[in-house]
């Protein structure tokens, strides 16, 4: 029976510039002779599908809900990713740069992959950027690793499971009130650190060679660069184009009731 990965990319606004790079970089070095299909939440229409391109239109919810949101876009073709044996999501400031095998990324009969946080492999737990507030569910209280929101994903079906339930978490806290520090990251954080022991037989770590951020020097072999987004696009700007929290939940729940 042929493999077949599922690959999920978002790129509103000014992402779509790294679209090209990711595709070609993964085409190249990512999974080789296996089947993989792109799904790219995108408004852009510089970006064309093609044979394993499958483009869905994603409004540009602005910050931090183009990426708090990104569990709801993936369960809206949850039916489809069904039929895939796995399921990837990486940001879309990713490039890969080194052959990467089925093994090397998912590992021996694992059902999720993480990736250890670049900037935290060195650091105390005491360090780590959890989100502290008991009233939100994405509280940590004692974790184990800290893991980016860049590499997320495993078995189809298990992962579409975890985005229903940090959907749900998400949406919880937001008619509280509350956003979690990190956003998507400190939900999938907490996932993974709350559940842990129950996880971790099924659990594929990679180490920040797979999310290694441009210009930086830290001791591991680099397979996936993730590229400086201040170098290509104004990422202060776009943060700042937008209100504080609060009226921003007042908006999203128009659009979202």
């Known amino acids: 029976m042929t493999m077949k990965i599922g690959i999920l990319y978002i790129c509103t606004g ?29 408004d852009s229409t510089k970006i064309i599908k093609s044979h ?13 809900f183009n990426t708090l949101y990104r569990y709801r876009m993936f369960l809206r073709i949850g039916g489809e990713l069904k039929n895939f044996d796995y399921i990837i999501f990486l940001n879309a400031n990713c490039k890969f740069i080194d052959y990467i ?9 694992k059902n999720l992959v993480a990736c250890i946080h670049p900037g935290f492999f060195n650091k105390d737990k005491s ?12 509280f940590i209280e004692n974790g184990y690793y800290y893991f980016p929101g860049g590499i997320m994903g495993g078995d189809a079906n298990i992962f579409l499971n975890i985005c229903k339930s940090l959907n749900y978490d998400i949406e919880y806290d937001l008619n509280n009130g509350i956003i979690a520090i990190w956003h998507d990251e400190s939900y999938w954080n907490a996932h993974l650190n709350n559940n842990y022991q129950e996880i971790k037989d099924d659990l594929h770590i990679l180490s920040p060679s797979y999310l290694y951020p441009e210009g930086w020097s830290i001791p591991f072999e680099k397979k996936v660069i993730l590229r400086d987004k201040s170098k290509y696009i104004d990422i202060k700007g776009i943060k700042e184009t937008h209100q504080k929290q609060t009226s921003i939940l ?8």
């Open 14 to 42: 000014k992402y779509y510039s790294f679209w090209e790079d990711f595709y070609n970089s993964s085409e190249k070095y990512f999974l080789s002779g296996i089947e993989k299909k792109y799904f790219v939440f995108t």
């Open 52 to 64: 394993n391109v499958e483009i869905i239109h994603q409004d540009n919810l602005g910050w931090p």
């Open 101 to 109: 095998s089925l093994t090397d990324f998912f590992g021996l009969n």
């Open 127 to 138: 360090e780590f950027t959890y989100e502290k507030r008991k009233k939100s569910k994405a």
């Open 250 to 257: 007042k908006k999203i729940r128009l659009i979202f009731p």
